[in-house]
């Protein structure tokens, strides 16, 4: 894929610290954590979508309005690190 290709016209020592960096701000993103939003986004119930940037969730019994661009924009950020950081 395309992150293969970047890799493979880096030299060891700039490969070793991308990767380096990318683990770095992934264990960084996983300190500045809040529990309870981790908690939120491992256990919501889709409720249905309010608009076409919004949706409700329900956790327990709250029911949260949520930007699914913000929240799009979060999850490809830390999933492009977390893939980044396997390689």
């Known amino acids: ?3 293969n290709t970047i890799l493979a016209n880096q030299s060891l020592e700039e490969k070793t610290t991308a990767i380096d960096l990318g683990i770095e701000l992934l264990s960084e993103i996983k300190e500045a954590g ?3 939003l981790q908690q939120i986004f ?3 119930t889709f409720v249905g979508a309010v608009d076409d940037r919004s949706v409700l969730l329900q956790y327990k019994t709250k029911l949260y309005l949520c930007n699914i661009c913000v929240l799009s924009k979060e999850l490809m950020y830390q999933s492009v690190l977390q893939n980044f950081a396997c390689m």
Request: aromatic share 34%.
């Open 1 to 3: 894929g395309y992150y």
């Open 42 to 44: 491992k256990n919501y």
């Open 34 to 36: 809040h529990a309870g």
